[in-house]
């Protein structure tokens, strides 16, 4: 008897943890949501001084630009469906590279978008589809996650009660060294898609905006060749449908607003 009752005393502790570390998006993410904006911010430093990897575009310099793509980003974070809109910092960057066809989201909100990507697509609607997709993924935690996954609750424990404080460097480096290329599972990839057609719907651009973005590259690849992008987003084909089906399920508008003035936000970039 009074090994059951320890036994329920452990099952109901573990129930309480388990359901304290549930976050908005009612996932078990153990790090708090502090946590994962210092991991961000020291992903963000790690970046900005490997500007060799990472060039990215001086915000002074380069304001209209900034401007324009910030106003983008607003139209997202605004959408009503963004659940640690006030909580992340939210910090769009440029990086100067017109060979790589790349966007990618660090924790806490930290976004990144490669010149050559913003140059590929054809219109806004593309933008709005990979934005949204990249927003995802730090609102849904998907990195935080994936650490979770990889090192286990002990070493999230070190690095909460800074029992080991160069631990925290030491992962931050390595997403850094990563980011370029970060992998997510499929379900994370299928999640982020989902999501950005939530976004969208909110929003006066079409909702399935990164459909015709993956269509292009998949058009492209079975040219010849295959767009570096797709050898960390896996299954395009599937997506491309399942991204349509998505919008048809939540019966909102895909009909692309397509500015004029996106060919002006392209020349804002260095030639």
């Known amino acids: 008897m009074k090994k059951m009752k320890q036994i329920n005393i452990v099952l109901i502790a573990g129930i309480l943890i388990f359901n304290s570390c549930k976050d908005k998006n009612d996932n078990f993410v153990f790090p708090s949501i502090e946590e994962d904006v210092e991991l961000g911010a020291q992903v963000a430093e790690e970046i900005e001084n490997d500007p060799d990897q990472f060039p990215i575009l001086d915000e002074a310099e380069y304001s209209e630009a900034y401007a324009y793509l910030n106003n983008l980003l607003d139209y997202i974070l605004t959408s009503g469906e963004v659940q640690y809109k006030d909580e992340f910092v939210w910090d769009i960057h440029i990086i100067?590279?017109?060979?790589?066809?790349?966007?990618?989201?660090?924790?806490?909100?930290?976004?990144?978008?490669?010149?050559?990507?913003?140059?590929?697509?054809?219109?806004?609607?593309?933008?709005?589809?990979?934005?949204?997709?990249?927003v995802a993924h730090s609102d849904l935690r998907h990195t935080t996650r994936n650490i979770q996954r990889q090192y286990g609750i002990n070493i999230l424990l070190q690095l909460i009660t800074g029992e080991d404080p160069s631990q925290l460097e030491q992962i931050a480096g390595q997403i850094a060294g990563t980011a370029a290329g970060l992998s997510f599972s499929r379900e994370f990839e299928e999640e982020a898609d989902e999501r950005s057609v939530e976004y969208l719907a909110n929003?006066?651009?079409?909702?399935?905006?990164?459909?015709?973005?993956?269509?292009?590259?998949?058009?492209?690849?079975?040219?010849?060749?295959?767009?570096?992008f797709l050898s960390t987003h896996p299954d395009p084909e599937d997506r491309v449908e399942d991204i349509n089906t998505k919008a048809e399920e939540i019966d909102c508008d895909t009909t692309p607003l397509a500015p004029a003035t996106y060919e002006d936000f392209k020349n804002m970039l260095p030639q």
């Open 203 to 228: 929003t006066p651009y079409a909702c399935n905006g990164a459909y015709s973005f993956f269509q292009k590259l998949l058009d492209e690849g079975q040219a010849g060749g295959t767009p570096a």
């Open 96 to 134: 100067e590279n017109d060979s790589v066809l790349n966007a990618f989201a660090t924790p806490g909100g930290y976004l990144y978008v490669y010149t050559g990507l913003i140059k590929y697509l054809d219109q806004e609607d593309d933008l709005m589809g990979v934005l949204g997709h990249e």
